[in-house]
């Protein structure tokens, strides 16, 4: 993944000074809550809703199983329809490919789409060390990437500004980018949107390259689909001579026909509307209309190896509706940046850690930023069962075990930081698979019941630091019912 | 009709009320109640964060334990999910890494059996009303295991609404993870703690005397929130609340 995030503090640490931070609390809870809502209205709207879910689920198992076949009929029909594809293994591959293909065209800036993938591969980062710069049309990341900042969310990269935040960023950085913002700008929704049209516009009739990267790829026709809300990235789509798509492998579906159940689940899930209001399809070129020169980027990245985990793999189903995000009681007081990755939330913790390893602080710690509540896999329009995989990642961060990496099967060691919690495991398994040891260490505890502290000293100060601990009381259970109902005496 | 208590480690060591509360009901209802000593554990906690091969012994330790009753019944909605839910995954986990059978085989005769408390009375016993009085305003937080592992439903609703002498206030932001998340609240603290203020605010905004679920785990935490926060609002588990009559009330 993208140089972006590396050096990250692990998910405690980087959460810490989010739940600290009153103003991000405010925002995120009230954009999460907002959204909540509307998306529940809307999925209640359908009386398939199920039958969708089921019906996404096992088109994208059912893509994933023959990836290998889909993605060379998709390479086919892109090559057939007048596009050229070229296959990328990481992330570096990838803006090596991107950078060449600009710089063929003998550009220096580039339109981009808003696109997951990209920004996974810093591309944008890449393309400005190669001399090219590349600008981002879609409002939030517009914001995000005038205000220096990281995207916090899948759908609202911007979710954690506020709208007097957001003024301040155009009436500081508009001009060094492009047409400066309007004098006198007000904090209003109609003001900031007319600020970004005028600022947009100037680049969109000037730019003769966009970036995209795409919602699904059809391997039939070799058709790439983009939803979005604003209508600025068919500007970008239509308006350039040369269009680059870089999409990830498992966005591929067989049949033009499968796209009738994500483009029902995709709108409503995401941004709780009936149909997104921009849906826009490319297929190769066409010499009436639309960019003369189609390049389509398929980016594997950890994608591949991610597919080899028979419980992990269902993290690919995910079309980034960020219905899990929403959701999250985790995210909404963490906020995005704390997962260290473009993918926050959920998907993230899921995600990133099967993309990049569990090797860093960072991904070693993304699989116990969960409760294990359960909402995000309820409200998932693919039905990923994040709370599973969860917890799958845990056991191969506290005990190792066989991965593949860059598509060679290894054997992972547990990662470092967990020899104490391994140990305490082991000894209260060992007590708890003998009554007699657990019913010993009840009735210590209750005789020396009036020396406890209501805090506890060591990894325990986590908890009292704002809890108190209940006390304990006079009897456990079983002395009592032994003494009420007689019956079997220690057992073992 | 004769069933096993499965009361867990966490409520036979620091809730035995609760314990007793359960007895107390199955008994009024002709219920013939035991509780196997040899129980402890149902492994959760080692199965959650990450310790799988950890957690199998005492799914192995609790089929010993409660093989051949008619049914195992248990006040907490996270250690039955965990029996219920993920026990056969277990057995699953262990056959595709060419471990046989013996796990799934062994964990078959207890997982239908085993129901959570409220579930019990309302879909075996057929009872709503098991007669209890409980003068106090109560709001009511379905624990997360409990309303999407289990899915309970409204089935602990429609037994404290037929409580007499209570007043049941709705509870906003209900089906919000209250923050405890077993070892989450230790590994996470600052974000589990945040998710518990704010479900002791929404409780507390309603006014209510009384904060009832049907898992002490999560009443640990969200009581363990409530005295820091200095609230007047107190944690009850429901089997507490319906085994309080007029003869004998439960504070
Ligand atoms: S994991 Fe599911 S809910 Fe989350 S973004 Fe992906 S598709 Fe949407």
């Given at each position: 993944m993208?140089?972006?995030?590396?050096?990250?503090?692990?998910?405690?640490?980087?959460?810490?000074?989010?739940?600290?931070?009153?103003?991000?609390?405010?925002?995120?809870?009230?954009?999460?809550?907002?959204?909540?809502?509307?998306?529940?209205?809307?999925?209640?709207?359908?009386?398939?809703?199920?039958?969708?879910?089921?019906?996404?689920?096992?088109?994208?198992?059912?893509?994933?199983?023959h990836?290998?076949?889909?993605?060379?009929?998709?390479?086919?029909?892109?090559?057939?329809a007048?596009?050229?594809?070229?296959?990328?293994?990481?992330?570096?591959?990838?803006?090596?490919?991107?950078a060449?293909?600009?710089?063929?065209?003998g550009?220096s800036?580039?339109?981009k789409?808003?696109?997951?993938?990209?920004?996974?591969?810093g591309?944008?980062?890449?393309?400005?060390?190669?001399?090219?710069?590349?600008?981002?049309?879609?409002?939030?990341?517009?914001?995000v990437?005038?205000?220096?900042?990281?995207?916090?969310?899948?759908?609202?990269?911007?979710?954690?500004?506020?709208?007097?935040?957001?003024?301040?960023?155009?009436?500081?950085?508009?001009?060094?980018?492009?047409?400066?913002?309007?004098?006198?700008?007000?904090?209003?929704?109609?003001?900031?949107?007319?600020?970004?049209?005028?600022?947009?516009?100037?680049?969109?009739?000037?730019?003769k390259?966009?970036?995209?990267?795409?919602?699904?790829?059809?391997?039939e026709?070799?058709?790439?689909?983009?939803?979005?809300?604003?209508?600025?990235?068919?500007?970008?789509?239509?308006?350039?001579?040369?269009?680059i798509?870089?999409?990830?492998?498992?966005?591929?579906?067989?049949?033009?026909?499968?796209?009738?159940?994500?483009?029902?689940?995709?709108?409503?899930?995401?941004?709780?509307?009936?149909?997104?209001?921009?849906?826009?399809?490319?297929?190769?070129?066409?010499?009436?209309?639309?960019?003369?020169?189609?390049?389509?980027?398929?980016l594997?990245?950890?994608?591949?190896?991610?597919?080899?985990?028979?419980?992990?793999?269902?993290?690919?189903?995910?079309?980034?509706?960020?219905?899990?995000?929403?959701?999250?009681?985790v995210?909404?007081r963490?906020?995005?940046?704390?997962?260290g990755?473009?993918?926050?939330?959920?998907?993230?913790?899921?995600?990133?850690?099967?993309?990049?390893?569990?090797?860093?602080?960072?991904?070693?710690?993304?699989?116990?930023?969960?409760?294990?509540?359960?909402?995000?896999?309820?409200?998932?329009?693919?039905?990923?069962?994040?709370?599973?995989?969860?917890?799958?990642?845990?056991?191969?961060?506290?005990?190792?075990?066989?991965?593949?990496?860059?598509?060679?099967?290894?054997?992972?060691?547990?990662?470092?930081?967990?020899?104490?919690?391994?140990?305490?495991?082991?000894?209260?398994?060992?007590?708890?698979?003998?009554?007699?040891?657990?019913?010993?260490?009840?009735?210590?505890?209750?005789?020396?019941?009036?020396?406890?502290?209501?805090?506890?000293?060591?990894p325990?100060?986590?908890?009292s630091?704002?809890?108190?601990?209940p006390?304990?009381?006079?009897?456990?259970?079983?002395?009592?019912?032994?003494?009420v109902?007689?019956?079997e005496?220690?057992?073992? | 009709?004769?069933?096993?208590l499965?009361?867990?480690c966490?409520?036979?060591?620091?809730?035995?009320?609760?314990?007793?509360?359960?007895?107390?009901?199955?008994?009024?209802l002709?219920v013939?109640?035991?509780?196997?000593?040899?129980?402890?554990?149902?492994?959760?906690?080692?199965?959650?964060?990450?310790?799988?091969?950890?957690?199998?012994?005492?799914?192995?330790?609790?089929?010993?334990?409660?093989?051949?009753?008619?049914?195992?019944v248990?006040?907490?909605?996270?250690?039955?999910?965990?029996?219920?839910?993920?026990?056969?995954?277990?057995?699953?986990?262990?056959?595709?890494?060419?471990?046989g059978?013996?796990?799934?085989?062994?964990?078959?005769p207890?997982?239908p059996?085993?129901?959570?408390?409220?579930?019990?009375?309302?879909?075996?016993?057929?009872?709503?009303?098991?007669?209890?009085?409980?003068?106090?305003?109560?709001?009511?937080?379905?624990?997360?295991?409990?309303?999407?592992?289990?899915?309970?439903?409204?089935?602990?609703?429609?037994?404290?609404?037929?409580?007499?002498?209570?007043?049941?206030?709705?509870?906003?932001?209900?089906?919000?993870?209250?923050?405890?998340?077993?070892?989450?609240?230790?590994?996470?603290?600052?974000?589990?703690?945040?998710?518990?203020?704010?479900?002791?605010?929404n409780?507390?905004?309603?006014g209510?005397?009384?904060?009832?679920?049907?898992d002490?785990?999560?009443?640990?935490?969200?009581?363990g929130?409530?005295?820091?926060?200095?609230?007047?609002?107190?944690?009850?588990?429901?089997?507490?609340?319906?085994?309080?009559?007029?003869?004998?009330p439960?504070?």
């Amino acid at each position: 993944m993208s140089g972006t995030f590396v050096g990250m503090p692990a998910f405690p640490k980087a959460a810490h000074d989010a739940v600290n931070n009153p103003t991000l609390r405010g925002n995120l809870r009230h954009a999460t809550q907002t959204i909540r809502g509307k998306r529940e209205k809307a999925v209640a709207e359908l009386s398939d809703w199920t039958a969708l879910r089921e019906a996404g689920k096992q088109i994208k198992d059912h893509a994933l199983r023959h990836l290998d076949r889909y993605l060379v009929q998709l390479e086919e029909s892109v090559t057939a329809a007048g596009g050229t594809v070229h296959w990328a293994s990481d992330a570096d591959e990838a803006n090596r490919i991107v950078a060449g293909l600009v710089k063929e065209t003998g550009e220096s800036e580039v339109l981009k789409v808003k696109s997951m993938a990209t920004q996974e591969i810093g591309l944008n980062e890449a393309l400005a060390a190669e001399g090219i710069a590349a600008y981002e049309t879609d409002l939030a990341e517009l914001i995000v990437q005038l205000g220096e900042d990281r995207p916090s969310h899948i759908l609202v990269p911007a979710i954690h500004r506020n709208r007097g935040e957001i003024r301040d960023i155009f009436a500081r950085e508009m001009s060094e980018w492009g047409r400066p913002a309007p004098e006198g700008l007000a904090d209003t929704s109609a003001e900031l949107a007319e600020a970004a049209r005028l600022h947009l516009r100037e680049k969109f009739l000037r730019a003769k390259v966009g970036v995209s990267g795409a919602n699904f790829m059809v391997a039939e026709t070799g058709t790439l689909v983009v939803v979005e809300s604003e209508g600025n990235g068919r500007m970008c789509l239509t308006l350039p001579e040369t269009l680059i798509s870089v999409v990830g492998i498992e966005k591929v579906v067989p049949s033009w026909r499968d796209l009738e159940v994500f483009l029902q689940t995709l709108p409503r899930s995401s941004t709780a509307e009936r149909m997104n209001p921009y849906t826009s399809t490319w297929t190769g070129t066409t010499d009436e209309d639309g960019p003369k020169t189609f390049h389509l980027v398929l980016l594997d990245n950890g994608r591949t190896d991610t597919l080899a985990d028979e419980v992990g793999r269902q993290a690919l189903r995910c079309i980034r509706c960020s219905a899990c995000l929403n959701v999250c009681p985790v995210y909404e007081r963490a906020g995005g940046h704390a997962y260290g990755s473009v993918y926050p939330g959920p998907i993230g913790a899921i995600l990133s850690p099967q993309l990049r390893g569990t090797q860093s602080e960072i991904d070693a710690s993304l699989p116990y930023a969960s409760s294990l509540c359960g909402a995000c896999y309820e409200v998932c329009p693919v039905a990923i069962d994040i709370p599973e995989v969860l917890v799958h990642l845990r056991e191969r961060v506290v005990e190792g075990g066989p991965v593949t990496r860059e598509g060679t099967k290894v054997v992972l060691r547990p990662a470092k930081g967990h020899a104490a919690e391994r140990t305490a495991m082991r000894a209260a398994r060992w007590a708890l698979g003998r009554p007699g040891v657990l019913r010993t260490g009840q009735r210590l505890a209750s005789r020396t019941r009036r020396l406890h502290p209501r805090t506890l000293p060591g990894p325990g100060k986590a908890w009292s630091g704002t809890r108190d601990l209940p006390a304990l009381p006079d009897e456990p259970f079983r002395d009592w019912w032994q003494r009420v109902h007689g019956g079997e005496g220690d057992e073992k | 009709m004769r069933v096993a208590l499965f009361l867990t480690c966490v409520n036979d060591t620091l809730y035995p009320g609760t314990g007793r509360a359960v007895v107390k009901i199955l008994t009024g209802l002709g219920v013939e109640v035991d509780f196997p000593m040899a129980q402890t554990c149902c492994g959760q906690a080692h199965y959650n964060t990450g310790y799988r091969h950890q957690a199998e012994p005492l799914a192995r330790h609790f089929s010993e334990v409660f093989t051949g009753y008619e049914a195992i019944v248990t006040p907490s909605g996270s250690c039955g999910a965990m029996v219920r839910e993920l026990y056969p995954r277990m057995g699953e986990r262990a056959r595709a890494e060419g471990r046989g059978n013996t796990l799934a085989a062994a964990l078959e005769p207890v997982v239908p059996k085993t129901y959570e408390f409220t579930e019990f009375l309302v879909d075996v016993l057929g009872v709503t009303d098991v007669g209890a009085y409980y003068p106090h305003t109560v709001t009511y937080h379905p624990t997360c295991h409990g309303m999407r592992s289990l899915g309970l439903g409204d089935r602990p609703l429609r037994l404290l609404r037929a409580v007499k002498g209570m007043e049941l206030v709705e509870l906003p932001g209900a089906d919000e993870c209250c923050g405890f998340g077993g070892t989450f609240a230790l590994k996470n603290s600052d974000v589990s703690a945040a998710m518990g203020a704010d479900k002791v605010r929404n409780a507390e905004a309603t006014g209510a005397e009384v904060l009832c679920a049907a898992d002490n785990s999560c009443l640990m935490h969200i009581g363990g929130t409530m005295t820091r926060l200095r609230t007047g609002i107190r944690p009850v588990h429901i089997a507490e609340i319906l085994a309080s009559t007029e003869e004998e009330p439960a504070v």
